[in-house]
């Protein structure tokens, strides 16, 4: 799968990043779970977005999600072990890119769920997962205060597993506490494999990570998780405090 056709999949990606991909794209190519394209919604993965009521809870007992818009993809919650390791290029960005060029929310919460699903696409299985965060603090965005989302995050929680780019998402727990900077998906963002088997992110959930790496900043213990290589001015001895006083004064 290919960087350019993950960023198109996001819809209400700017032309640039487009481009971006395009040429990138010569170097390498294919991958499997969906890494999205680290650029457009920033880059190298496609996860979903919903306008109706979303109950991961609720849906759980039936295990399969209900697709409203989709065609020919199944989706469905899976405590299977896998082990997968696949690679992908994530575009560049700058700090400011990563904080101002997206719409998406960010918000500061605690992981209250964490659900692996497997979507079947009519040929191929990706896996991914669903994080239920309480919202403590609203940075940016729709949000409230006291409510809960859930996002879709590029890969399963499991320690079997490894997916680069998502070195730092992948530490996720029940409990832990972050900062979140998911995009928000509309109609224009769907993956169409073929041979009518479309998938609308709208389907499953209404915010998602566009990498695990550069959007999301964890309090795993004696130090934050996040990428540092994207943030040069941030320490990780910094708390989420900190952080959260960071990101206001980039608006």
């Known amino acids: 799968m290919s960087e350019i056709y993950l960023l198109e999949r996001i819809g209400n990606i700017d032309e640039k990043y487009i481009e971006m991909a395009n040429k990138a794209s010569v170097k390498k190519r294919n991958w499997y ?60 960005l700058t700090e400011e890119q990563i904080f101002n060029d997206f719409n998406n929310v960010i918000i500061r919460g605690t992981v209250q769920e964490i659900h692996n699903i497997a979507i079947n696409n009519g040929s191929d299985i990706e896996y991914n997962a669903l994080l239920k965060i309480s919202v403590s603090s609203v940075i940016r965005g729709d949000c409230e205060e006291g409510m809960e989302i859930d996002i879709l995050i590029p890969c ?6 490894w997916v680069e780019d998502t070195g730092v998402i992948s530490q996720a727990k029940v409990g832990v506490e972050g900062i979140f900077m998911p995009i928000i998906y509309d109609e224009s963002s769907y993956s169409d494999y073929g041979d009518g088997h479309i998938l609308y992110m709208i389907d499953i959930a209404k915010y998602g990570l566009a990498d695990g790496e550069r959007f999301v900043f964890l309090d795993v213990g004696e130090k934050l998780a996040f990428a540092n290589y994207a943030f040069p001015k941030l320490s990780q001895q910094m708390s989420l405090d900190d952080i959260e006083e960071y990101i206001k004064s980039k608006k």
């Not at 399963?156 to 597993?161: A, T, Y």
Request: with cysteine; glycine share 2%; net charge negative.
């Open 156 to 161: 399963p929680i499991n320690e079997d597993i």
């Open 33 to 92: 779970i969906p890494t999205i394209a680290a650029a457009c919604v920033a880059i190298l993965l496609c996860l979903f977005f919903v306008t109706r009521n979303y109950n991961v809870t609720d849906e759980i007992k039936t295990n399969e999600i209900i697709l409203e818009k989709s065609k020919g993809i199944k989706v469905s919650f899976t405590d299977e072990t896998i082990n997968i390791e696949t690679h992908a290029d994530l575009i560049e």
